[in-house]
């Protein structure tokens, strides 16, 4: 089994409606993250999570919202889904090691076209 | 905050060397790390240099780090099919443990026949 979950994988919404992006983890980790990757651009940091009580916004973080339902479940949400939020996203988690060494695992990603 | 730069398109022939580059401005990058992803999936970390040391040799790949000019690169020894794939510069700023990964746009690697 994967260790970082994302569902839907693929997602076409109309503009103006609500939509909901969840992640799940089993591998322990205090830290979340979620990005969207657009071509040419990288992946930027929408929102991350330290452990269940932290919230915190990332670059782009307009627009969307978050939820750090438990120690393995983080979900984006897209209060008013609009066309440029069309994109790949990606859940990620972490955890610190010895000297601040930090190795992100992503999720396999999650397709949304707006319409 | 921190500005990484890559160039987004490489082609190698295969079984040559791929050299891919980034520049990044946080002088207090702490570790650098290199992602790959592959077609169709999420990213994986692939390999990884700290601040102190300025080259890292794994197998095919080699990362060096010029802290000076804030220039890091990946070489890819003998270049396969398999390698083609959009690779992320990534450098994390400072021990802090609020300090955060930031990614490059990714380099996407093709290789000629």
């Known amino acids: 089994d994967a260790d970082v979950t994302q569902t839907p994988r693929n997602r076409i919404t109309k503009t103006g409606k609500r939509i909901m992006l969840e992640c799940s983890q089993t591998k322990g980790h205090d830290r979340m993250y979620w990005y969207r990757q657009d071509p040419g651009l990288g992946l930027r940091l929408i929102y991350y999570?330290?452990?269940?009580?932290?919230?915190n916004k990332g670059e782009i973080s307009d627009g969307y919202s978050v939820s750090r339902q438990a120690q393995a479940k983080f979900s984006l949400s897209l209060e008013s889904a609009i066309p440029n939020q069309t994109a790949l996203y990606f859940c990620?988690?972490?955890?610190?090691?010895?000297?601040?060494?930090?190795?992100?695992?992503f999720g396999p990603g999650t397709r949304l076209l707006v319409l | 905050g921190e500005d990484v730069e890559q160039s987004l398109f490489l082609s190698v022939r295969e079984g040559d060397s791929s050299v891919i580059n980034c520049t990044y401005t946080d002088s207090s990058s702490t570790y650098l790390y290199w992602y790959k992803q592959e077609p169709g999936a999420g990213l994986q970390l692939l390999t990884y240099i700290f601040s102190n040391m300025d080259m890292k040799q794994d197998q095919r790949l080699t990362v060096l780090l010029n802290k000076k000019d804030k220039h890091l690169s990946l070489r890819i020894a003998d270049t396969q099919t398999g390698d083609s794939a959009i690779y992320f510069c990534?450098?994390?700023?400072?021990?802090?443990?609020?300090?955060?990964?930031?990614f490059g746009s990714g380099t996407r690697l093709s290789i000629r026949p």
């Open positions: 990534a450098p994390k700023g400072g021990y802090s443990s609020a300090s955060k990964i930031i």
């Open positions: 990620a988690t972490s955890d610190l090691g010895p000297e601040g060494r930090e190795t992100q695992y």
């Open positions: 999570s330290f452990d269940v009580k932290d919230i």
